[in-house]
Structures are given as C-alpha cells and as structure tokens.
C-alpha cells in the first residue's frame, strides 16, 4: 500500500501575526494569475499581422508562441524548486520581473529576434500559479485555503477570456507597440503589490539547487515540445521531428537516472511514482489537452467565413467576447468547486470536473452553428475546467510534503502545459486533414471541428476515469467531518492511504 509522505517539521500556518497587508495576499496572487494568462493570450490577435509589421517570415512569427510554451514548460519546475529552497515570494517577484521585462523589450522593438527573446522572458510567468499556490498554503488558515486555491487555479481561465478581447480592441484602435506597454505597466503593478502585500513563507526545503538536474530537464522538454508544436509545419515523420523526439526520450532518460541518484533532486520522481501524486500529474496531462482544445477550435471556428457555410465571420475582438462568458463562470464557481472537494474529496471533484467538459464537447458536437449554443457549448467545457483545474493543485498539496509544495506543482502545471501542446498539434492534425476549398482556398470542414470536439471529449472523460482510480480521500465518507477538523489542525497531513 502507498505511504504517506512525511509530514514537514517546518511551519504551515504563518509564524508571524497576520498585517493589516495580509488580507490583501488572496486577490492580489490571483492578479498575478490571470496576468500571466494575459500575457499568453495577447499576442494572439497580432499573429496575422505580424509578418508585415516585422517584416518576418510566418514561420518565424509562430516562435513569438513556441518560446514562450517552451520557457515556461522549463522554467516552471525550475523556479518551483528554487521557491522551496530560496523563498517563494522572492521567486515569484523574480519572474514577474521577467515577465514584465520581455513586456517593456517587446514595447520597444519591431525586430523578430528581440520579440521572440522577449516572449521567452516573459514564459518564467508561468511559475506564477504555482508558487502562488504554495504560499496560499503556507500562509492562509485551513477554512480560507480550500477556496483560495480553487480561485488560484481558475484565473488561468479567466486570464484567457479576458486577454484576447482585450489585446484585439488595442490592436485595433491603436499602434500595436502600445498593448505591450499596457502589458509593461500591469506588470509593474502586479509586481509592486506582490512586494507590498505577500510576505515571506517561512516553509522552506534546504540544500543546493540541482544545476545538472535543470539543464537536463531543459534540454530534454526543448527536444519534446518543440518536436510536438513543429511536428505539423515540419511533417511528423521529417529527420528533424524524428531527431528531436529521439533526443528527448534519451535526454529525459539521462535525466531520470539522475534526479533518482541525486542527494536532493530537481523533481523527487520517487514521490511522483507514488499513485496519488503521479496519477495527478497524468489527470493534469489529459485535462489540459481536453481543455485548450476549447478556446484553440471556438476561435477559429466562429472567425470561418459565411461562405464555408457553417462558419459566422466574427472579428478576433468579437471572437474573444464568445469566450469571456467562460471566464466569468470560471470566477463565479471556484468557491463551489472548493466546497465539492471539502465535502467530497479532490478526486471526486475532478473526476465530475473533466465528465462535465465531456458533456460540454457533446453540446459542441450536437450544435456547431447557432451562436448560442457555440457559446453555452465553450461555458459548459468552462465549467468543467473550473472543477478540474481547482481539484488538481489541492491533490498535490494534500500528497506531498510542505517544504515541496512549489516543485510538486510547478510538474503538475508542467503537465497541463504538455497537455495543451499535444493538444494543439492533435487540432491541428485533425483539421489539417479535414478540409475543403472555399473561394480557392483550403478551410477546415465543419466535420473535422467535430472531430476535434470528439477526440478532446474522450480525452475528458479518460482524465475522469484515472481520477477515480487516484487512491482515496479522507475527505469522504463517514470520516469527512473529521477528516476536515483534523486536517485544519494539521497542514502538512497527508490523505490516508
């Protein structure tokens, strides 16, 4: 039977009387939260424009998205375990620092090699989420954490909803230069209150960071992801995606050898082989892919011409409002998927989390070409999203020790991030070879959006499968009221095998 990790001799709860500050920690790490969504979103609406403002070629362009996937797939792990070791607040200031400098290099050059520079830099926001989960949990009593957490994790939706309407009306009604200057000055804002408002956790896991174990990550998820997001520009089976996936299975190999001899490794891959951590990290995986599917296929799906004869002609900023909807449930049910996990248990709230985003691809399935029932389809996927996503990091928090709570889901939204990329090459696979000439041009077929539906409805509904099979939580059954009053006394305790 699996064991409980140990239970972390250093402090849950804050060592030093609330401030008149702290009550200020939950909203302002949820701005930090939805600010790095934004920052992943607003490059969007530019992507068409951008090789005649550059004077870049398409392709080139497309690395303004790839280096900030392949950064932030990187960086994640890394800054979570530096943030156990060194502080979190400190890391977490330091890659709002980054985000905000790729910000300002971005505001100020029209030259590819810069912007795509830029946008690597400002891929280290992606730590964001999950440093600022582990100082919820440091910091925040029992009976504020669950809900804490749970609206940590839907800004990553609500980000997304609100970034691309928002970028669209900038691009739209002013020079291009000046959405990343608004981008510059969130930054400064988030990091100022970040400074101001969130003090330093005093939970911290001691040693020497994992330099070797780092640059193997590195190099091994760059030889992964790219090979996965390139795969459909450079044909899956060309020499270079072959050589790629080749290096990553060996690198990641190395890599594992060594974090498994390493005195104190990036990644503790014997906590992630245990079933509750790792079956969480294979939930996050599929759940991330059946999630970007939603809002990578609405968007194109609605902006097809009318002479496709399914599609509406809708502009990016209209586009964006179909899915701001979305976004607003998102905020609006994270303290109900908080009490779900409260009463029911994390896993089951994920596993009715990931079947409701099943249930919203059906509608997307049923009804594909009203806009309502576009929008009610998106809201509905949103939904299960909200549950999903607010489920995943309380798994992690209640299976690993407190001194590891960044690092553990720093991998965790690693996963999601592989998720998302499988997902958009999966997309682009399927629509690629569903298509059909509109006014001599090559579109995707009604049909292979709804295959695209169907094929990221299944991924849900595995993803609710293994979280059933997640060993189970105290937080359910006869033991649930007690399991909760224990738990509030007790921080770094573990679910019962």
Not at 468 to 479: E, Q, R, V
Request: glycine share 12%; aromatic share 6%.
């Amino acid at each position: 039977m699996d064991q409980p990790a140990p239970i972390s001799a250093a402090p849950a709860a804050p060592a030093a009387p609330p401030t008149s500050r702290s009550r200020f920690t939950v909203p302002v790490l949820a701005f930090g939260g939805i600010l790095m969504a934004v920052m992943q979103t607003v490059v969007v609406p530019l992507l068409p424009d951008l090789p005649r403002l550059t004077g870049a070629s398409a392709g080139a362009v497309s690395w303004m998205v790839t280096a900030t996937l392949l950064s932030g797939a990187v960086l994640t792990p890394v800054l979570g375990s530096a943030g156990d070791m060194y502080g979190k607040r400190r890391v977490l200031t330091g890659a709002l620092g980054l985000m905000t400098l790729g910000s300002v290099m971005c505001a100020l050059s029209s030259d590819i090699r810069v912007l795509i520079a830029a946008r690597a830099l400002q891929g280290a926001a992606s730590a964001v989420v999950p440093l600022s989960i582990s100082i919820l949990r440091d910091e925040l009593p029992p009976e504020r954490r669950g809900s804490a957490v749970a609206l940590m994790s839907s800004t990553v939706g609500i980000g997304a909803a609100l970034g691309l309407p928002l970028a669209a009306l900038i691009v739209q009604y002013a020079d291009w230069h000046v959405m990343f200057w608004v981008c510059a000055a969130l930054g400064v804002l988030g990091l100022s209150a970040v400074w101001w408002a969130v003090r330093e956790s005093p939970v911290r896991e001691p040693g020497r960071f994992d330099v070797a174990g780092a640059v193997g990550l590195a190099a091994g998820l760059v030889c992964l992801l790219l090979g996965v997001s390139q795969g459909g520009q450079w044909g899956w089976g060309s020499p270079r995606v072959s050589a790629l996936f080749l290096g990553a299975a060996v690198v990641l190999g190395l890599w594992c050898r060594q974090q498994l001899r390493a005195a104190r490794p990036l990644v503790d891959l014997r906590l992630v082989a245990r079933p509750r951590v790792g079956l969480s990290h294979v939930a996050a995986l599929l759940t991330g892919f059946a999630f970007y599917a939603n809002s990578l296929v609405t968007a194109q799906l609605v902006q097809a011409p009318r002479a496709t004869g399914y599609g509406l002609g809708l502009s990016i900023v209209q586009t964006g409002l179909c899915l701001l909807p979305g976004g607003i449930t998102m905020l609006l049910l994270s303290p109900v998927s908080a009490r779900i996990s409260t009463a029911r248990g994390p896993r089951v709230t994920l596993a009715i989390g990931a079947a409701v985003i099943a249930l919203g691809y059906a509608v997307r399935i049923a009804d594909s070409r009203d806009l309502w029932m576009i929008i009610l389809g998106a809201t509905v996927v949103a939904t299960g999203t909200t549950f999903a996503y607010s489920a995943l990091p309380t798994l992690i928090l209640r299976a690993v020790p407190a001194g590891q709570t960044a690092s553990a889901n720093g991998v965790n939204v690693l996963m999601r991030t592989v998720g998302q990329a499988t997902s958009s090459a999966a997309v682009a696979a399927v629509l690629v070879h569903h298509t059909s000439p509109v006014g001599g041009v090559p579109l995707p077929t009604l049909h292979g959006y709804l295959l695209a539906f169907g094929v990221a409805g299944v991924v849900a509904l595995l993803a609710s499968a293994t979280a059933l099979t997640i060993p189970g939580d105290p937080a359910s059954g006869g033991t649930r009221g007690a399991g909760n009053r224990t738990r509030g006394a007790r921080d770094g305790a573990l679910e019962g095998a």
